[in-house]
């Protein structure tokens, strides 16, 4: 049985970054220009935080993104899922070869509710992203604060639920609070696999706003706690109404139908997405 005690900081930051009431999130994902430099869509980095933070339960950024890119008054209170791993570039074809980029002083001095580590499961940096991850578990454990691990694939692996599966589940072992990862078939084996640690799944490059809805609600009907969507929220042309419809999913267990209707509410002019 969990000592409850010593466990009240991570459940505590746990409550801020996954809603107490319905045990879902919606996190902002901007984190890329750490491996890709300039984004499409994060031209105005500012200006987009600013804008889609109110719609997100949770921002999960970088130290960078944070010093150069949102005041605190326009930060309150939402908390940040700090991004505490990197060190590679898309220079370069193998982006596995990860190392700590922050200290965990640095993210408490941050009032990060979590830190977020990538692991490269099946990469030739298998070994170090996994310890990247578990030291980091190890430091931040002692100051009550949630890791969670982005189950990051390279290039040439399949996105299965055999491949996502084995990689979540080592997270979980590893001692991760939150995993991400992303949607595959049969999802629902995935999250019953690594109950009960949460789940939110990764958007991945930019689709269309159907289909990224779609994947929204499949991946909380399979059991997901929410999504943690960056370039299907900031590349669309209409980023609210893609947040706000999100949220309908994620929140308000609305059909992708009934999250539609409200992204185009907020599209400009007459049109219509179908
Ligand atoms: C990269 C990340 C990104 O935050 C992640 O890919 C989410 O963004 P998107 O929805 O654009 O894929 O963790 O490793």
């Given at each position: 049985?969990?000592?409850?005690y010593?466990?009240?900081?991570?459940q505590?930051?746990?409550?801020r970054?996954?809603?107490?009431?319905?045990?879902?999130?919606?996190?902002?994902?901007?984190?890329?220009?750490y491996?890709?430099?300039p984004?499409?869509?994060?031209?105005?980095?500012?200006?987009?935080?600013?804008?889609?933070?109110?719609?997100?339960?949770?921002?999960?950024?970088?130290?960078?993104?944070?010093?150069s890119?949102?005041?605190?008054g326009?930060?309150?209170?939402?908390?940040?899922?700090?991004r505490?791993?990197?060190?590679?570039?898309?220079?370069f074809?193998?982006?596995?070869d990860?190392?700590?980029?922050?200290?965990i002083?640095e993210?408490i001095?941050?009032?990060?509710?979590?830190?977020?580590?990538s692991?490269?499961?099946?990469s030739?940096?298998q070994?170090?992203?996994?310890?990247?991850?578990?030291?980091?578990i190890?430091?931040s454990g002692e100051?009550?604060i949630?890791?969670?691990a982005?189950?990051?694939v390279g290039?040439?692996?399949?996105?299965?639920?055999?491949?996502?599966?084995?990689?979540?589940?080592?997270?979980?072992?590893?001692?991760?609070?939150?995993i991400?990862?992303?949607y595959?078939?049969?999802?629902?084996?995935?999250?019953?696999?690594?109950?009960?640690?949460?789940v939110v799944?990764a958007?991945?490059?930019?689709?269309?706003?159907?289909?990224?809805l779609?994947?929204?609600?499949?991946?909380?009907?399979?059991?997901?706690?929410?999504?943690?969507?960056?370039?299907?929220?900031?590349?669309?042309?209409?980023p609210?109404?893609m947040?706000?419809a999100?949220?309908?999913?994620v929140?308000?267990?609305?059909?992708v139908k009934?999250?539609l209707?409200?992204?185009?509410?907020?599209l400009?002019?007459a049109?219509?997405?179908?």
């Open positions: 049985m969990v000592n409850a010593l466990d009240i900081g991570i505590s930051r746990m409550n970054i996954i809603s107490p009431k319905d045990n879902r999130v919606v996190m902002l994902a901007i984190d890329h220009p491996f890709q430099g984004t499409t869509g994060l031209r105005d980095m500012s200006g987009t935080i600013r804008t889609l933070l109110p719609y997100c339960d949770c921002l999960m950024t970088t130290r960078g993104a944070v010093q890119n949102i005041s605190p326009d930060l309150g209170s939402k908390p940040i899922m700090l505490v791993s990197g060190g590679n570039s898309v220079l074809e193998d982006l596995s990860e190392r700590l980029t922050v200290t002083k993210a001095r941050m009032d990060a509710a979590g830190v977020a580590v692991v490269f499961i099946g030739s940096n070994q170090r992203t996994i310890l990247n991850l578990t030291d980091m190890n430091y100051y009550g949630p890791v969670l982005v189950t990051a290039k040439d692996m399949a996105r299965d639920l055999r491949y996502l599966a084995l990689a979540s589940r080592i997270c979980q072992d590893a001692g991760a609070r939150i991400k990862t992303y595959c078939e049969e999802f629902s084996k995935l999250v019953d696999w690594v109950a009960p640690t949460a799944v958007g991945g490059k930019y689709s269309s706003p159907p289909d990224a779609g994947m929204a609600w499949n991946s909380v009907q399979a059991g997901a706690a929410g999504v943690d969507f960056g370039r299907n929220i900031f590349q669309d042309e209409n609210v109404g947040i706000k999100i949220n309908a999913i929140h308000g267990d609305h059909t009934e999250a209707d409200i992204y185009n509410d907020c400009p002019g049109r219509k997405l179908e």
